[in-house]
């Protein structure tokens, strides 16, 4: 009796232990890994490489592992979706229903004899990295053992749940593309595998939330024209809608013992860059260690060197120039990096406010701006001295309202009238070019820029210099072809040049 | 006995040298760093910037600088090669290279308005400096002004009739446009000056497919464009477009 219920209670602790470990296990998958360079699909390195380390992930003691035979049609999908075709949003609900919680996806290049390969588990409900490893080897079996035996180590339950937890509340960023900016880069093909390790790399860091790049090949590798000296522009857009708040792209060129990487940051919801930098190494050797230096210093910028800026103004919409640049209209919510800054609030009919501000790395500075209304006293009361024919009175009451509005777009207005003036009521051909330069130099988008051009034309035909008349007759019909000042001068100068 | 001592010792030493420490990652970007700071690119840099302290007056300097910054630019460090053709432009105010210079950094760093103001002045001084009349045509299609980009992108080709890379940006401007002849012309134009310029064939390849209907050509380009870069970044992309056309 006492050997039946000891052998009972024996058996029950077992069914226990069992149906415990079961309800504990998270359920992995591996992928075929996508190879980057000819040399490396002429080889099947992909393939291999994934056959190795699923090999060594199915002896995984406390998670399920899905053979990648029982996925096919899953892996068909996704590598459609990693070429840049089909619809992610389908793929990830096919995961879903596989009950699958992690994929291991990755990528192989090879150069010459060596090989970059990169491993990176991700989360597939939102295909953020949860754990990465990459090697650089001579075969591909070396470099899956030391990422099999990083595994090991760095990626335990603990770990993924550690690493769910922190990254909820971190900055979400991607890795978009990296150009190959001259002849040597495109005919080595390093552009392709930096973006990866170093997709890896900022996979591996604590304090910023990388997402797979796998999942967004869709925007990265669209079907778009190739433009030189431009790149990356349009795809902000397809990050942020994705939630991904920063894009990382930059461009490898390659001289005789120099690669040398430029890299950016920008914020997909602003679509402008905040953090810029530039590195050299002098061989291959140097990339991996590169990239784990980017990754850190992004990270960096990210979290301890970039704030935000809000700014709000009274009344709305008022044009925002931040440290000399445009930065769109009020209400404006702005990444930038830490530090002082110059402001200035520009709206129609109000006068211009120039402000400086401080601002604190990870956090929001919030500043609202109140404009003056412009008075039109000044500028009615020049009109009317010009109504009445009084040139000189005209031309100081003009000078005190540009004095006093200095700063606001509307007083090019004022400008334009005075120039006009001087040139063909006080026949001051040398003031009325100062004062139309000063126009153009001074209010480069204001209404009046074609007149000012055309003021400065008929100014030079006084002065008898007709070198310059032509210089700026050209200006003036390559840039405003189609203003009626533009009509205007073709009348009096017989013509385009 | 002694066998087994020479044995011993063999692993001893053998142990030793395995566990003999390795190279830190910040060790080895050190020594890389060092390799590429004696490249023959930074050693012209070096030697520029060495003339620089015995320029005889401003023009010289501005002259010296403006180079620099063009090598900086060449590298891709355009922070620095901003800085330097800030330098060019002050020592002489009257340099179009000088502003061109700073205008193409400006427009790298997103500076558009900055960057507008420079290479207008670029090209006030000197109408027919045809790089500046190019950055101009880039400064107009990242704001989507395509038709004006078209006509600076036709000035800086009327100006140097071998500049590929306008030919190549007209091509794609006039592509976006829907000006398919045109578009189609123009990357001809580039064909013939650079014939081995990869991503003329990928955008050949987008015109034919999607403004000129021609899906034999497109597939044609596209697979040009795989032959003169194997190892491009989308090359998977581009395989599944060609299957597409084929089929």
């Known amino acids: 009796m006492k050997k039946l219920i000891t052998t009972i209670i024996i058996i029950c602790m077992f069914a226990g232990l069992s149906l415990l470990s079961d309800e504990e296990k998270i359920c992995f998958a591996v992928t075929p890994f996508i190879p980057l360079t000819e040399s490396a699909e002429a080889e099947n390195a992909g393939t291999n490489a994934a056959s190795i380390l699923e090999n060594s992930f199915s002896s995984g003691k406390w998670f399920e592992f899905r053979k990648s035979g029982e996925l096919q049609s899953f892996i068909d999908d996704l590598s459609l979706a990693q070429a840049g075709i089909g619809d992610e949003n389908a793929l990830l609900a096919k995961g879903k229903s596989l009950q699958i919680k992690y994929l291991t996806v990755g990528s192989v290049a090879k150069f010459g004899n060596h090989y970059e390969i990169d491993s990176r588990s991700v989360n597939i409900d939102n295909w953020g990295i949860m754990h990465s490893s990459g090697c650089s080897a001579i075969d591909v079996e070396s470099a899956c053992n030391f990422i099999n035996k990083d595994v090991e180590i760095t990626l335990t339950r603990e770990d993924l749940e550690k690493k769910e937890k922190e990254t909820a509340n971190l900055p979400i960023i991607a890795v978009s593309r990296f150009e190959e900016g001259n002849l040597k880069a495109q005919n080595a093909g390093y552009g392709g595998a930096f973006s990866e390790v170093l997709n890896s790399e900022l996979g591996a860091r604590s304090k910023i939330a990388a997402v797979e790049r796998t999942h967004l090949k869709s925007v990265i590798d669209a079907k778009e024209i190739e433009m030189c000296g431009i790149y990356g522009s349009g795809t902000d857009k397809a990050f942020s809608e994705r939630g991904i708040q920063y894009r990382v792209d930059g461009e490898i060129k390659i001289f005789p013992s120099s690669i040398c990487i430029r890299y950016k940051v920008n914020s997909t919801t602003e679509e402008r860059t905040i953090y810029m930098g530039f590195s050299e190494i002098g061989s291959l050797n140097g990339i991996r260690p590169l990239a784990r230096k980017i990754a850190q210093e992004i990270e960096d910028a990210i979290n301890n060197k970039i704030g935000t800026l809000q700014i709000q103004t009274q009344p709305s919409s008022a044009d925002i120039v931040i440290d000399g640049q445009p930065s769109g209209k009020s209400p404006l919510l702005v990444s930038l990096v830490k530090g002082e800054h110059s402001i200035r609030a520009s709206f129609q009919g109000y006068e211009s406010a120039d402000i400086s501000i401080v601002l604190e790395p990870a956090r929001v500075t919030e500043k609202i701006i109140k404009l003056e209304k412009i008075s039109t006293e000044l500028y009615d009361q020049a009109v009317n001295l010009e109504q009445r024919k009084n040139w000189e009175g005209a031309v100081a009451k003009y000078d005190e309202y540009i004095n006093r509005y200095n700063t606001s777009g509307d007083v090019n207005r004022a400008v334009y009238r005075k120039g006009h003036i001087q040139l063909l009521y006080l026949n001051d051909a040398q003031a009325a070019l100062a004062t139309f330069e000063s126009l153009v130099k001074r209010y480069p988008d204001s209404e009046t820029r074609a007149e000012a051009y055309f003021g400065m034309a008929r100014s030079y035909k006084s002065l008898k210099d007709n070198e310059n008349l032509k210089s700026i007759l050209e200006i003036l019909y390559q840039k405003y072809p189609n203003e009626l000042a533009t009509e205007e001068a073709g009348y009096v100068f017989g013509g385009r040049y | ?247």
């Open chain 2, 1 to 247: 006995m002694h066998r087994v001592i020479t044995i011993m010792m063999s692993i001893l030493i053998l142990s030793l040298v395995s566990c003999s420490k390795k190279k830190s990652v910040e060790d080895m970007l050190k020594d890389e760093t060092k390799i590429a700071e004696n490249a023959d690119i930074n050693k012209k840099l070096s030697e520029l910037k060495t003339k620089l302290s015995s320029a005889k007056d401003d023009f010289e300097r501005s002259e010296i600088h403006g180079q620099i910054s063009e090598i900086e630019f060449q590298k891709g460090d355009i922070i620095s090669s901003r800085k330097s053709a800030n330098e060019a432009v002050k020592f002489y105010p009257q340099s179009a290279f000088a502003h061109y210079a700073l205008g193409k950094s400006l427009l790298i760093e997103s500076r558009l308005s900055e960057a507008e103001t420079e290479l207008n002045t670029a090209v006030s001084i000197d109408q027919k400096h045809a790089p500046s009349w190019y950055e101009l045509g880039n400064l107009n299609y990242i704001r989507k002004n395509y038709t004006n980009a078209v006509t600076m992108y036709q000035r800086a080709v009327s100006l140097n009739k071998n500049f590929y890379e306008a030919y190549n940006n007209l091509g794609s401007t006039l592509y976006v446009l829907k000006k398919g002849k045109e578009s189609e012309q123009a990357f001809l134009k580039v064909q013939s000056i650079k014939s081995d310029f990869a991503p003329l064939y990928k955008n050949m390849g987008l015109l034919y497919e999607r403004v000129l209907n021609d899906k034999e050509k497109a597939a044609a380009s596209y697979k040009e464009y795989l032959k003169r870069r194997p190892n491009a970044p989308e090359r998977a992309a581009v395989k599944f477009w060609i299957k597409a056309l084929e089929n």
